[in-house]
């Protein structure tokens, strides 16, 4: 069964670094989004893409992340500088129609 | 804004015993609700969505408008529930953002 991709699947960084995330969405997917959860907390939706269009990037912090689905494929995630506070699970889902299927998700530690 | 709460961070109960999990939205118009669940060390997955109306591993849930509440039940838990449960709202309209609820950890116990 078809799955969607992540990596790394941990990230340990010191803050004012890059970092960057990968996603691979399941094959046929258009809809590519990104998430981020704090612990205890739910995911939150950070940009949201249809191919390779970004719809929704109303709550990503756009002075510091970045996203990219250049071919409407696959899809990069950055963060420049990281800051304490980013400091989380970054998971990444795709979908046809309404069910969104994640990821296994990348854990970033910032210190 | 659209907004989802849980109100019970942590939910314990005996397995065969019934089981309810609360989830209230609030959203100006016609939302469609989700319920996903985590198992332990396992993806984040779709459990149910209202438009479908089906039952899931035994478990339902109604939206309810009156009372902006898509609770999620299951009649006897089995130990096998135990996990993370979200819920979940989208709207309608092409870009609307997509809300998780803050989740309830479902604990059966034997």
């Known amino acids: 069964e078809a799955e969607v991709a992540q990596s790394p699947r941990y990230k340990i960084t010191e803050k004012s670094q890059a970092v960057a995330f990968w996603c691979d969405p399941i094959s046929g997917h258009a809809t590519l989004y990104w998430y981020r959860q704090i612990l205890g907390q739910g995911p939150e939706l950070l940009v949201q893409f249809q191919d390779e269009s970004v719809v929704d990037d109303s709550q990503l912090p756009k002075d510091r992340f970045s996203a990219e689905r250049l071919k409407g494929v696959d899809s990069t995630l950055k963060i420049q500088p990281a800051e304490l506070g980013d400091s989380a699970m970054y998971l990444c889902a795709s979908s046809q129609r309404e069910t969104q299927y994640f990821g296994p998700g990348t854990r970033l530690l910032v210190l | 804004a659209q907004r989802v709460t849980q109100p019970e961070k942590l939910l314990s109960v005996f397995k065969g015993a019934p089981v309810e999990l609360k989830c209230n939205y609030s959203?100006?118009?016609?939302?469609?609700l989700f319920w996903y669940v985590q198992y332990s060390r396992q993806r984040l997955q779709l459990l149910l969505r209202?438009?479908s109306r089906e039952s899931i591993k035994g478990f339902t849930a109604d939206l309810n408008k009156g009372e902006t509440s898509f609770h999620l039940k299951k009649p006897f838990a089995q130990e096998e529930d135990s996990a993370m449960y979200y819920c979940?709202?989208?709207?309608?309209?092409?870009?609307?953002?997509?809300?998780f609820g803050p989740g309830t950890r479902l604990s059966v116990l034997p």
């Open positions: 209202h438009i």
């Open positions: 979940a709202l989208s709207g309608h309209n092409y870009g609307q953002n997509f809300v």
């Open positions: 959203y100006s118009g016609s939302p469609e």
